[in-house]
């Protein structure tokens, strides 16, 4: 009997998500390139920059920033909403602009 439950459960075991988040680890000289980044990116855009503090320090979530954070810039005396869907091609701009930064600091360095 119990041969022939163990798969089910086994599988039913294996289907459950992990509630943890995945923390990629870097190197001290990476984080500081990308606090460099960051940085360059406040002075810039202090807007892409807040957007993804929020939303990779903070935790918040797209609909988060959209109504807390970006309706109040876009409309500041009115209920009026930004749309969540207009987050993510910020944070693909703001993540864009620090990659690129680090991209280009490295081929700086090599040559």
């Known amino acids: 009997m119990l041969i022939k439950t163990a798969p089910k459960l086994c ?49 918040y979530s797209d609909r988060d920033i959209a109504k807390y954070y970006l309706s109040n810039i876009e409309y500041p005396d009115s209920e009026k909403q930004v749309p969540h869907t207009a987050v993510k091609p910020l944070v693909t701009q703001g993540m864009g602009f620090v990659n690129g930064y680090l991209i280009g600091n490295k081929t700086r360095s090599i040559g």
């Open 11 to 59: 599988a039913k075991d294996a289907a459950k998500v992990s509630k943890r988040s995945l923390v990629g680890f870097i190197s001290d000289e990476m984080a500081l390139a990308i606090d460099r980044a960051m940085s360059v990116l406040m002075q810039e855009y202090l807007v892409l920059y807040n957007i993804l503090m929020l939303k990779f320090v903070r935790g």
